[in-house]
């Protein structure tokens, strides 16, 4: 199994063995609904249910189907969130000192569950795990996720160890389906608040309401347009959300910069921060007044800080992330970076932070991998609760240093039991949000789809993308002359007559946000010609109306678009002069296989998609005078 080497602390020289493997951990499970009756139990839910909340310091545990309290040691209730106060940490927070080490074991054991990139993905998400390769050759994949199942595999992970702490790498919320993000992420709020969060490290995504709206996921409240929409109160998260490198002000921060945790005796701390460029993603005014500062900078100026409190072990939660080769398993770290590595930031970064720094969790990009990079463990766990990252650390009493951590990406399966106060939650949301996705926002006179023709053109299509221009087309939001929309973003037809919002969100599912940037004429004309691929693939971008250009089919891949015909409202475009492009933030990261939308500069964030198409059918459409669909005629196929 890998090894990292050993590394020295700023206090000495400290052994820091980390080990990639681990099998799937079982264990009781925790938060079932409903108990046995009688005296007999299932698991520790049961006895909670039947029998009441256990006694202080303890907690329920079923042992041979009897309840039996057993101590623990529990951090101390949160005393809240310090938001814009010069100490953004929470040192001494943590578990009581549990004596002296010299008596028992000279180590103790900490389990950190982590996960990234939830998104309000309360209902069980599309698309699967790749787990191995089939005798053929064929992918071998399993259905994943669903936050009552999510549940039910934290409990049973929490259940192995009592020193543990459940943290997220960011985007919790935000981009969130209809079933959350109607609601303005509380339901996902409500549902981490009933699994047991600890701590999230904030993502650029926890922006895109704004800054005033995120603290009120924290302390709670309703909407201030919106109110409950749930008919009762919203109680915020009972986690504690981290900011280190977001700054209100000098000295100031948007939340704490980190938690300290102590666990018999030995301390650990928790630094929690988004990706310093969160502000060429969200709207400008979500981030107004807020400063992102470096990453690494950010770390590596808390360690000596944190080392005065007497930390020695440092887990950095970072809203970054890298990216493992395709078709890479869960647990590998396998991509295109140094030594046959993942690539990305996040390389850069764990190679950057102090050597103080022992674990990163990171995200952003979606990926799942488990690497040790520059003696550091790094792990990413995929997406929508998909995965739980199991990282078990074997501390020194005496030094308090890490000496040994192991990581292991558990798959979120469906074939345990549903935690049933979880389930309960998302029902109560279902049965609210069905009148609301039945809400008409316009209306077609004929049905969109999603198919498109020979040129690779979709009535569908063409409306999203004229609806991200109209968003984006105002000089303050980003000045844009033409839109391109992925054809793998568009998902289900919208029929004949009214058009609902559950509809409308149903055919762009993934709340992704718009971003504008500048590209040059030669840049559009590369873009174009990554339409297709060598091996084969073809990949057609959707524009928006005004822009047209032609191709040939039988031409050589990389020469297929003639530049003289990419026109903007009938004028060529000028392979030197620069263009404002809109796209959503997955095509704006390079994301299908076009990378030069990553090239582009002068990022400004925009609204979520979804959002814009409503806005674009209210403004184009009624009962008497449905919005036509456009004609196939941006896109001209050539011999």
């Not at 409903?34 to 909340?53: F, L, N, T």
């Not at 953004?88 to 000279?106: C, E, H």
């Amino acid at each position: 199994m890998p090894q990292a080497t050993p590394r020295s602390s700023l206090q000495g020289a400290r052994p820091s063995v980390f080990l990639l493997a681990g099998a799937f951990v079982t264990g009781m499970f925790l938060f079932a609904h409903g108990g046995c009756g009688g005296d007999e139990c299932q698991d520790a839910a049961d006895c909670r249910e039947d029998k009441g909340p256990p006694a202080s310091n303890t907690e329920w545990v079923c042992e041979d189907k009897r309840c039996e309290q057993h101590s623990v040691q529990v951090p101390p209730p949160d005393s809240g969130t310090d938001a814009g106060t010069p100490d953004s940490g929470t040192p001494d927070s943590g578990m009581p000192d549990s004596g002296t080490p010299d008596a028992g074991p000279t180590t103790v054991s900490v389990q950190v569950l982590a996960f990234n990139d939830f998104h309000g993905q309360l209902e069980a998400p599309a698309g699967q795990i790749l787990t191995g390769v089939a005798p053929d050759g064929g992918p071998v994949r399993v259905n994943a996720g669903g936050v009552t199942y999510f549940a039910r595999h934290i409990a049973a992970l929490r259940a192995t160890n009592p020193n543990t702490v459940v943290v997220a790498a960011g985007d919790l919320i935000g981009a969130s389906p209809l079933l959350s993000g109607l609601f303005h992420d509380e339901p996902t709020v409500e549902a981490m608040n009933l699994i047991g969060l600890d701590l999230v490290a904030v993502g650029n995504h926890e922006f895109d309401e704004g800054s005033t709206e995120l603290l009120r996921m924290q302390s709670g409240g309703c909407h201030p347009v919106d109110g409950c929409l749930d008919g009762d109160g919203f109680p915020g998260a009972k986690f504690k959300f981290l900011a280190a490198n977001v700054a209100t002000s000098v000295d100031r921060t948007l939340f704490p910069r980190y938690d300290v945790r102590e666990f018999e005796g030995v301390k650990v701390a928790f630094i929690g921060m988004t990706l310093e460029n969160t502000p060429e993603s969200v709207i400008p005014t979500g981030v107004a007044g807020l400063t992102f500062k470096d990453e690494v900078q950010t770390v590596n100026a808390l360690v000596p800080e944190l080392r005065r409190q007497g930390v020695e072990a440092i887990i950095v939660v970072v809203h970054q992330g890298g990216i493992p080769t395709s078709g890479s398993l869960v647990n590998e770290c396998k991509g295109a970076g140094a030594d046959g590595l993942i690539s990305g930031a996040i390389v850069g970064m764990a190679k950057g932070l102090n050597d103080a720094v022992d674990v990163i969790v990171s995200g952003h990009t979606h990926q799942a991998y488990n690497c040790v990079i520059d003696g550091k463990v790094v792990t990413s766990a995929s997406s929508m609760g998909q995965l739980v990252t199991d990282i078990d650390l074997t501390l020194s009493k005496a030094t308090g240093d890490v000496v040994e951590a192991r990581a292991n990406n558990v798959i979120v399966t469906r074939d345990v039991q549903e935690v049933g106060a979880v389930k309960e939650l998302v029902t109560k949301y279902q049965e609210l949000v069905t009148p609301r996705a039945n809400r008409v926002i316009g209306w077609v006179s004929q049905t969109l789809r999603t198919q498109t023709d020979s040129a690779g053109q979709s009535t569908l299509g063409f409306v999203i993308a004229d609806s991200q221009l109209e968003a984006t087309k105002p000089a303050n939001l980003g000045g844009a002359q033409v839109a391109f929309m992925n054809p793998g973003g568009v998902r289900a037809d919208i029929a004949q007559g009214e058009v609902t919002y559950g509809e409308a969100f149903t055919t762009q599912p993934f709340g992704n946000s718009l971003v504008t940037l500048t590209l040059t004429g030669a840049q559009i004309e590369q873009l174009l010609e990554r339409q297709w691929r060598p091996s084969g693939a073809t990949l057609m971008l959707l524009p928006s109306a005004g822009f047209t250009y032609a191709f040939s089919a039988s031409a050589p891949i990389g020469s297929r678009v003639d530049p003289a015909s990419i026109r903007i409202n009938g004028v060529p475009v000028s392979l030197t002069a620069e263009y404002r492009v809109t796209a959503n933030n997955y095509l704006a990261s390079g994301g299908d296989g076009f990378p030069v939308f990553a090239e582009g500069t002068n990022r400004l964030g925009g609204t979520v998609d979804s959002d814009a198409l409503e806005a674009y059918l209210k403004a184009h459409s009624s009962m008497a005078s449905p919005l036509p669909a456009p004609a196939l005629n941006r896109v001209t196929l050539l011999p």
